[in-house]
């Protein structure tokens, strides 16, 4: 904790345009805690790079994540916004916490094997070592609440592990955090496949909803959404489709689901797509906006990158030189 505050800490990588999973599961709740936390949204640009990334559109991506931060509510002056690689102590912690983080620990992180199996062609070490990183993200800043869809679940285990592992060989170092992931919209499905999470970088546009769509993207998007052979609009484990619809529709409205069932009862699969589509199509309207309005002026944008890493490098520090205190690492006066 740092300045009486507690402290959120959050990131979002810039692998691709944002998508709606994104936005419900994590983004849009990040508002929430600013009143009451230190909070830190982090543009992870460094975890990018464990996927092949074009150099031009990771950086024109990046610009683009912080911007949308800001387009859904993130007041820069409220929220410490930034970019991971301009703050170096992610780095240092990172390796840091590689040499206290189990080979075995890391082979079962299903996040690896999935990646592993679509990027066949470039199972790196950064790849692997991605959930050591994390953990110094998160444990750089004394972080007690991680928001975060339910995909990053087992990381945010691994990461109270290895800070619990440090501080019992070196004496209370590092909160261990505690994740927070939302009742409702922590995981919404593909649109083509609605057992599979929706992912930014799936390959198949029509399985992917981003935020920056155009409205009649987004309806064309849900109009082929897969649903099933049945005609009833109900939420049920064996109504994947259906009921990742409903989930979406009832994060973008407020309603639970009862009341989106209710309302949509006895209507035909296809009027009920598009007034899913349409629904999300408007409640991200003014997101876009503001999104143009911001990555007009690229120059704030970089003014608020700078603000952010430095305020995100002055605390960073205060944890590092603790953590190479413990560790035994000498210092060297400037
Ligand atoms: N489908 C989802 N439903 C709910 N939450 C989701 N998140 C991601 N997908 C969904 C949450 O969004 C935050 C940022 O995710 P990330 O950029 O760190 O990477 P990710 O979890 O690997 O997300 P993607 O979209 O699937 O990216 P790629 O395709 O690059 O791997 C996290 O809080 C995540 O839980």
Known sequence: MYNDKKVVFSGVQPSGNL?????????????????????YYCVVD?????????????????????????????????????????VPQHAELGWILDCYTMFGELSRMTQFKDKSAKNA????????????LMAADILLYQTELVPVGIDQKQHLELARDIANRFNQVYGETFVVPEGYIPREGAKICSL???????????????????????????IRKFKRAVTDSDNRIIFAEDK??????????????????EEAQAQFNGMGYGDFKIAVGETVADGLAPVREEFARLMADKAYLEQIMKQGAEEAYRNARRTMSKVRRKIGFTEIKH
Request: aromatic letters at 8%; charged letters at 20%.
């Open 19 to 39: 998508t709606i999973g994104n936005y419900l599961g994590a983004i849009r709740n990040f508002s929430a805690f600013s009143d009451e936390y230190h909070c």
């Open 46 to 86: 460094m975890h990018a790079i464990t996927v092949r990334q074009n150099p031009a559109e990771l950086r024109r991506r990046t610009y683009e994540t912080l911007a949308l931060y800001m387009a859904c509510g993130l007041d820069p002056d409220k929220n410490t916004l930034f970019i991971q690689s301009h």
């Open 121 to 132: 062609d470039n199972i790196n070490a950064g790849l692997f070592t991605y959930p050591a």
């Open 192 to 218: 083509q496949d609605p057992t599979k999470k929706m992912s930014k970088s799936d390959t198949n546009e029509n399985a992917v909803v981003r935020i920056l769509d155009t409205k009649d993207d987004i």
């Open 240 to 257: 994947p489709g259906i009921s990742n619809l409903l989930t979406i529709y009832s994060c973008m409205t407020g309603k639970t689901i």
